[in-house]
Antibody, heavy 117, light 107 residues
């Protein structure tokens, strides 16, 4: 069964950095385009970043552009999100998700990032 | 960015009811519209992709329709496990955007 597991969330001070990871099992990540989607407490879903299977195409939402960096290591079957210059507005559950054929089909369970002093 | 607007934001319904949720895009997105279900504390689950295709394993009481700017998710006979929040999402152009969600509550 395909499974995505996020890790790396936690409490960080404003202005700080955090690196999230997404490990895949039951599927070979290099066959999938990958995304990060976040959800602030009691709020809706926000897509924030995409990376193609080869890693050659990358996109970001304006809200994180210049602060967040998506990357992948297909040899390790893993996806990453480096988050810098964090603010309270970045507090959210962060999900990784595969995207094939224009849809987000497999999702991880999410990891909580809290930005607070 | 393309804005997605869902209506209503919430609704109350009973088991067995027919439920309809609408989603409107700020510009034409052809059929690049997906629907997700999310239960509290859980990750979203894909229900419908490309406006009207049912994701594998999703019950046939769920259906989607529409193209261009106006889309609909219909639950033909609401079941107890369907009480959740539903989101539409466009994949016509990066950056992908979601509607604000529709919470389906028990009447």
């Amino acid at each position: 069964e395909a499974q995505l597991v996020e890790s790396g969330g936690g409490l960080v001070q404003p202005g700080g950095s955090l690196r999230l990871s997404c490990a895949a099992s039951g599927l070979t990540l290099n066959s999938y385009n990958m995304n990060w989607v976040r959800q602030a407490p009691e709020k809706g879903l926000e897509w924030i970043s995409y990376i193609s299977g080869s890693g050659t195409s990358i996109y970001y939402a304006d809200s994180v552009k210049g602060r967040f960096t998506i990357s992948r290591d297909n040899a390790r079957n893993s996806l990453y999100l480096q988050m810098n210059s964090l603010t309270a507005e970045d507090t959210a559950v962060y999900y990784c998700a595969t995207s094939g054929n224009y849809r987000l089909d497999y999702w991880g369970q999410g990891t909580l990032v809290t930005v607070s002093s | 960015d393309i804005q997605m607007t869902q209506s209503p934001s919430s609704l109350s319904a009973s088991v067995g009811d027919r439920v309809t949720i609408t989603c409107r895009a700020s510009q034409s997105i052809s059929s690049y519209l997906n629907w997700y279900q999310q239960k509290p504390g859980k990750a979203p689950k894909l229900l419908i992709y490309l406006a009207s295709s049912l994701q594998s394993g999703v019950p046939s009481r769920f259906s989607g329709s529409g193209s261009g700017t106006d889309f609909t998710l219909t639950i033909s006979s609401l079941q107890p496990e369907d009480f959740a929040t539903y989101y539409c999402q466009q994949s016509s152009s990066m950056s992908w955007t979601f509607g604000q969600g529709t919470k389906v509550e028990f009447k």
